[in-house]
């Protein structure tokens, strides 16, 4: 099932400003989810994103990262705290290429600058700000979930 217009709507709005963004999947043995860092997302037609992660930095997710295996999105606006999830299989696991490697420096450089606005220092992004050994993760959403604190966590969004 993918996911309908109304969710569509949303997650592109939400694409298209500054936010936060996590990844997540089970590891090997299937224990704990493993989480990475995001370091920005195209989408990839027809109805799945490409992910980028800073494979050096995030190891034990990129090794855990299997393809057709259930992958957790969490997008979150530093701002407001207005977040959503996503959820749907990996269909693909790549080294980047240099046009995904421009949208990883692009989201870093806009992230970058929209949290400091907010007053959170250079010293404090730097460590998980990078674009090193740029791993691509394809998935496609299947499930869209409302995550804003307050009454309407969890809730799924419109499906088609």
Do not use: N
């Not at 996590?22 to 370091?39: E, F, H, K, L, N």
């Not at 195209?42 to 800073?54: E, N, T, V």
């Not at 705290?81 to 996503?86: A, G, I, K, R, V």
């Not at 007053?119 to 299947?142: C, E, H, I, K």
């Amino acid at each position: 099932m993918a996911i309908g217009q109304a969710a569509e709507a949303k997650l592109a709005a939400f694409l298209a400003g500054p936010v936060m963004l996590v990844a997540s999947v089970a590891d090997p043995a299937a224990r704990a989810a493993t989480i990475g860092r995001v370091m920005g997302v195209r989408r990839a037609p027809p109805a799945s994103l490409d992910l980028f992660i800073a494979g050096g930095q995030w190891t034990r997710m990129v090794e855990s990262v299997r393809v057709g295996q259930a992958l957790a999105l969490t997008l979150c606006r530093p701002a407001t705290y207005q977040t959503l999830q996503l959820k749907g299989p990996v269909t693909a696991l790549v080294r980047a290429d240099p046009a995904g490697a421009a949208v990883a420096h692009g989201y870093a450089e806009v992230t970058g600058a929209h949290l400091g606005a907010l007053g959170v220092d250079a010293s404090q992004m730097r460590p998980w700000l990078r674009t090193d050994d740029l791993v691509q993760v394809t998935f496609t959403p299947q499930e869209a979930f409302e995550q804003t604190p307050g009454p309407h966590a969890g809730s799924p969004m419109a499906f088609g």
